[in-house]
């Protein structure tokens, strides 16, 4: 084997690795992008219910009319520019369009969980929260007469 050849063949792994690590890169910041639009949708709802007195249904309302905008255009710049290696055609495009459809795909599934799901989850986890809050103030509430027991409650099983 002459140095050339072996020289050519650890071009080849290196700009293999190379590849690897910029799939990676473009990954990672899908991810991070992804994550920082939940983030930023949920910010705006937690302050409008703290400034403004606003019930978590209509501040969470308010912020995804706020952060929905400027979400679009952030997934709409990274899918348009991931769209010339979905489509592309010429040499070696059939080692890049697996990478291009994968971050259409990703960009497209993604934006719609974030979407639709973030606000679901704050609303459940609201509720949630105030569950315990209730439920805390019931365990820490003094009874008007010390000696005696918590009231007891129904059990569903019965009245059956």
């Known amino acids: ?18 590849g690897a690590a910029l799939a990676l890169l473009a990954w990672r910041i899908t991810v991070h992008q992804r994550e920082a639009a939940a983030a930023h949708k949920v910010s705006p709802a937690i302050q409008a219910e703290r400034e403004q007195h606003l019930s978590s249904h209509d501040a969470i309302r308010q912020a995804c009319l706020l952060r929905f905008r400027p979400i679009m255009m952030t997934t709409m710049a990274a899918l348009l520019g991931a769209l010339p290696l979905a489509l592309g055609r010429g040499t070696g495009s059939e080692l890049r ?5 994968t971050m259409v795909g990703g960009l497209v599934l993604s934006q719609a969980l974030t979407l639709f799901t973030t606000p679901v989850i704050y609303l459940y986890f609201d509720k949630l929260s105030l569950k315990f809050k209730r439920r805390r103030k019931q365990i820490t509430m003094p009874a008007d007469d010390p000696g005696a027991a918590p009231p007891r409650t129904a059990s569903p099983l019965e009245g059956a």
Request: charged share 15%.
């Open 97 to 101: 369009q697996p990478l291009g459809y």
């Open 1 to 18: 084997m002459s140095d050339l050849s072996r020289v050519r063949k650890y071009a080849w792994v290196g700009a293999l690795f190379l």
